[in-house]
């Protein structure tokens, strides 16, 4: 074991003793492959695409990598900077605020504690918000008209479309409100299921929506969000 050890990489006791049963598997495997692109060079931080994840780790399917990714966000363990156009850049908070015990309140129960949110351009790398404490909470973060992260929502939007349709950068009231209706339209209104309806539109949907067309026109976020196509899409009329 000796030589195994000497190539090596560290990771926090405390991911291990007191996070490491809060998280999923897939969560915990990108934690340690950002340790491993980030502290294990000598780095503070380093750029990983979705598919460099997906390839390390072994998994298919980019709703999973990005599900992990926020979970580990909202657990206060990275910071994720995003930048229009550019792969998101990762770095490890080495001190994450105190973890909630186990028993700790219910499924809908929020932790008092801050935590680390996922940062985009030109925001502050923390947050004041207040953060779920668990898994469960994280996937239902926006049961709630009144608790909706549309930053979130854009990051979901942003890492499905990738460059196959334009980005957001701006959530507007319109926007806003938009969302707020498609999700009283899902079959349970929360994050997960929204990122989901993002991810299944891209692989999916009619290459005719992506600019194979004569006129070159494609889908946007506001195309996508309208109840109408949502429902066009699961009934396969679109």
């Keep these: 074991m000796s030589q195994f050890i000497a190539n090596s990489f560290q990771v926090p006791n405390a991911v291990v003793d007191e996070l490491m049963a809060k998280m999923s598997a897939n969560a915990l495997r990108c934690y340690l492959l950002i ?18 994840f997906m390839d390390y780790l072994g998994i298919r399917d980019r709703r999973t990598i990005y ?8 657990l206060g363990l990275i910071n994720a900077i995003k930048n229009n156009g550019e792969i998101t850049e990762y770095s490890l908070v080495l001190a994450p605020s105190e973890p909630v015990t186990k028993n700790a309140g219910t499924k809908n129960a929020t932790s008092d504690k801050k935590c680390i949110e996922p940062v985009t351009k030109n ?11 668990t898994k469960d909470n ?25 460059d196959k349709l334009p980005k957001v950068s701006k959530m507007t009231t319109a ?11 899902l ?8 990122a989901n309806y993002f991810y299944d539109f891209v692989d999916k949907a009619s290459r005719f929506y992506f600019g194979e067309n004569d006129s070159g026109w494609r889908a946007d976020f506001d195309y996508i969000v309208r109840i109408t196509t949502y429902l066009k899409f699961i009934e396969g009329s679109l």
């Design 175 to 185: 926007r806003k409100n938009a969302v707020k209706k498609l999700l009283k339209e």
């Design 187 to 194: 079959e349970e209104p929360t994050f997960q299921n929204l």
């Design 35 to 52: 340790t491993r692109k980030t502290t294990g060079w000598g780095k503070n931080s380093d750029k990983i695409s979705a598919s460099q």
């Design 123 to 133: 925001v502050p790398a923390t947050s004041n918000k207040k953060c779920h404490s």
């Design 67 to 74: 599900t992990a990714l926020t979970e580990l966000a909202n």
């Design 138 to 162: 994280i996937k239902n973060n926006i049961t709630k008209e009144n608790n909706i992260d549309f930053d979130l929502v854009i990051d979901a939007y942003n890492d499905a479309v990738e």
